[in-house]
């Protein structure tokens, strides 16, 4: 996890992999997050006929003020 504050902007919406080189962590990690602990939410929005999931820059700041 980085000690630096993500830039993110609030109201932007941020791929798995964007989401995961912000806060430096392994996609599995944010997989345990989201899914196990619940500790940050996702969103979903269909993109090509398929559901792709997104994290919300207010969420992704919400996960790492909790985390330091």
């Known amino acids: 996890m980085t000690a630096k504050e993500p830039m993110v902007v609030l109201t932007a919406k941020y791929s798995i992999k964007e989401t995961c080189e912000l806060l430096q962590i392994h996609r599995d990690s944010l997989y345990k997050y989201t899914h196990n602990t619940c500790e940050?939410?996702?969103?979903?929005?269909?993109?090509?006929?398929?559901?792709?999931?997104?994290?919300?820059?207010?969420e992704i700041l919400k996960f790492w003020n909790k985390q330091i």
């Open 40 to 58: 940050i939410k996702c969103g979903w929005h269909r993109r090509g006929g398929r559901a792709v999931k997104y994290y919300l820059g207010s």
